[in-house]
């Protein structure tokens, strides 16, 4: 950005704590978060992936397996939302990276947590959307973890 030009640093909206729009579209958030790649826990034998559910919005998922301890093992599913209120964080901050390892081993449970588009850069219904688009893709259970390992008859939705 061009501090120089009074055009480009004139702040049209100030979100304290959350996010600066500038008159020139620049969005400064005040908070950055890191990246958590997937990965294989050795300690709690959790396995993570991400997966692009839409492509053209780069709506994607991070699923969680638990440890599989027999070969017919189903787990009940939950569908995770980050907080953030639609306008920082994400699913693959080591914050809730770490988090869902810890739920998916202590609770046993698949998860399936959401990377949605966030505001202000993309308006609101666009995170809803994004949500609707990954529970319609779950409820195919056409992903390989989710068909071997998902019991659909136990489906949780969660976030904070």
């Not at 640093?9 to 950055?32: A, C, H, M, T």
């Not at 709506?59 to 017919?72: A, C, E, M, S």
């Not at 202590?106 to 990954?134: F, G, M, Q």
Request: neutral net charge; glycine residues 4%; contains cysteine.
């Amino acid at each position: 950005m061009d501090l120089t030009n009074p055009e480009s640093s004139q702040v049209i909206y100030d979100v304290p704590i959350f996010f600066k729009v500038y008159k020139n579209g620049l969005i400064e958030r005040y908070r950055k978060h890191d990246f958590a790649p997937p990965s294989n826990n050795s300690v709690t034998g959790v396995r993570s992936k991400d997966i692009v559910i839409v492509p053209e919005n780069n709506v994607t998922v991070r699923l969680y397996l638990p440890k599989i301890t027999q070969n017919d093992q189903k787990f009940p599913l939950l569908v995770y939302f980050h907080g953030g209120g639609f306008v920082i964080e994400s699913a693959f901050s080591t914050y809730y990276d770490s988090y869902l390892h810890s739920v998916a081993a202590e609770t046993n449970v698949i998860a399936v947590s959401i990377e949605y588009r966030l505001a202000p850069e993309h308006k609101i219904p666009a995170c809803y959307d994004d949500s609707w688009a990954v529970m319609k893709w779950v409820s195919q259970g056409s992903e390989p973890w989710l068909k071997s390992y998902a019991d659909f008859s136990r489906v949780f939705l969660s976030g904070k």
